[in-house]
């Protein structure tokens, strides 16, 4: 019997570690249900690719030539999954054009689609990107749809044909099983552990040079607990001065803070780490939010002062993507924040995984750290960047804790993420099974129609489902070879568009002078 062979579309190539730990999420959960089906390993392949298959070039040439690769991929599978990726997205990104091209070229091979726990914008039915996705939404191939937040839009666009959709948790929710250690007796993985494990526990220029050349296993309790003393800084902090670097002539720093009244004696240290996820200064103006580069500082740097008078630690970090990073390194040169409270990189899921486990609580713009953080039962609270935000929060039963633009202000977040420490994390086990249930149920419906098999239970499946098999050392320097590469390409592009602001500045201004010496001219020759 020939292997059942799955093609799982995640966005696994983002430098966003969260969309990273979606894919591992969604394979393992995938495992479990072919597991559920009675299927052994042997009988089944998942083969794990970004969902961008369509390449950037086809979609602006149309080359017929250049759409190989993912007929290759496509017409080689029997089933086709979108895992938990924004596939629907048209407002800023060009998502939904891939999706639809996907679709179209699954409708030629006949292979079943099925969407799980994707991200959805919102349905417009005045919008021509909008009505176009909806159009190949309806083709036959689509079997199943359930998404993590707007269920409504979801409808919309499949209304009268019949396909199932559902809302269900986030497939991250279950990251705490997913990335457990695996049980006793588990053979380890053939495949060397990521760098990173290695690096981070030898701080030394000369160490990190000998750890490059080989790998240590990462054992996730020991991360933490390393984070927690302060002995895991990052490779860019070890080679940087502590103090900020002083302003240059070209540079225009932000006005200095007030300092603090020098208090009679230090604050009693709570033993308390907050974990505060910061995000890239464009976000805000994509979103149609009125709230700049200076202001996200100044809101960090209030709530640093007021952890810092109650005794409380905290340590800055991302959830990976460059442009954050950029923001968070800005910070630290230009705002005075220590760079030993901060972890500039975080390139894998070990790594954020480890930065969030090290915490008590935390602050987030980022979803995915605080969906993460819910997971592995760390109370949270998320900034409301977009309506995806207050989604999540909902969905889990704590609404209160998702905070609109309105309020981010230090005092209110810390008063919300005070109030979600002394609650903790509520969870509701039968909820968050629905994106087991419904993956369940939609394999089920394609691979084995007339079986009287039934999903898991949270406790079955706690027990079954396999754990994440860990970054590997070639995939670690590939995510940092994505990140270097996607790094260049974005200042080139910003370097371009700077040359030719500049050169239409500089013509603008040959344009004035030219007619004022046209005037000056026609002045001189009136009688």
Not at 230 to 255: K, Q, V, W
Not at 275 to 294: C, K, M, Q, S
Not at 363 to 386: C, D, E, K, M
């Amino acid at each position: 019997m020939p292997k059942l062979k799955v093609l799982l579309l995640t966005n696994n190539d983002s430098d966003n570690v969260g969309d990273q730990i979606i894919e591992a999420s969604v394979i393992s959960l995938l495992k479990g249900v072919m597991l559920n089906l009675g299927l052994g390993t042997d009988q089944y392949t998942i083969s794990s690719r970004a969902a961008g298959i369509i390449s950037k070039k086809y979609m602006q040439t149309k080359d017929p030539a250049l759409l190989a690769d993912a007929r290759k991929l496509i017409s080689g599978s029997d089933l086709l999954i979108f895992g938990g990726a924004p596939l629907f997205n048209y407002a800023y990104q060009n998502f939904y054009l891939k999706t639809i091209t996907t679709l179209e070229l699954a409708e030629e091979y006949g292979v079943p689609v099925l969407f799980s726990s994707i991200g959805v914008e919102k349905y417009d039915v005045k919008n021509a990107k909008s009505q176009r996705l909806k159009k190949a939404l309806q083709l036959p191939v689509v079997r199943q749809i359930t998404t993590r937040d707007d269920l409504e839009s979801v409808q919309r666009y499949t209304e009268e044909t019949g396909i199932p959709v559902a809302h269900v948790a986030d497939p991250a929710v279950f990251a705490d099983l997913v990335f457990r250690k695996p049980k006793a007796g588990t053979p380890a993985a053939p495949e060397k552990r990521p760098a990173v494990a290695a690096l981070v526990s030898h701080p030394s220029p000369s160490a990190l040079l000998a750890a490059a050349k080989q790998a240590a296993p990462p054992h996730l309790k020991a991360l933490v607990k390393q984070v927690r003393r302060g002995e895991i800084p990052s490779p860019r902090a070890l080679f940087r001065p502590a103090s900020p670097a002083a302003p240059t002539a070209s540079s225009s720093p932000s006005p200095a803070r007030p300092k603090a009244p020098a208090a009679a004696k230090p604050p009693k240290k709570s033993g308390r780490r907050i974990g505060l996820v910061v995000t890239r200064d464009a976000i805000f103006r994509d979103n149609g939010i009125d709230f700049t580069e200076e202001e996200q500082q100044e809101l960090w740097l209030d709530i640093i002062e007021r952890l810092s008078a109650r005794g409380d630690d905290y340590k800055l970090f991302t959830t990976g993507h460059f442009s954050d990073e950029v923001f968070l390194d800005n910070l630290v040169r230009t705002r005075g924040v220590p760079a030993g409270k901060v972890s500039f990189t975080i390139n894998s899921p070990e790594e954020l995984i480890a930065q969030l486990s090290a915490c008590d609580g935390v602050i987030a713009y980022r979803l995915h750290a605080s969906i993460t953080s819910f997971a592995l039962s760390i109370p949270s609270v998320g900034l409301s960047w977009n309506f995806k935000v207050p989604y999540f929060y909902d969905s889990v039963g704590c609404g209160d804790r998702a905070i609109a633009p309105e309020n981010w202000n230090a005092e209110h977040v810390l008063a919300q993420l005070d109030r979600a420490m002394r609650e903790g994390v509520p969870k509701d086990h039968q909820e968050l099974m629905g994106v087991y249930e419904t993956l369940f149920e939609g394999v089920k419906g394609v691979v084995a129609p007339q079986s009287s098999r039934t999903p898991f239970t949270y406790k079955e499946l706690a027990e079954n489902l396999p754990p994440y098999g860990g970054t590997s050392h070639k995939q670690y320097k590939e995510k940092v070879r994505r990140k270097m590469r996607r790094s260049y390409d974005s200042y080139k592009k910003k370097d371009v568009a700077l040359a030719a602001t500049r050169e239409t500045l500089a013509e603008e201004r040959e344009q004035r002078a030219a007619e004022g010496e046209s005037r000056a001219e026609d002045g001189r020759q009136a009688p």
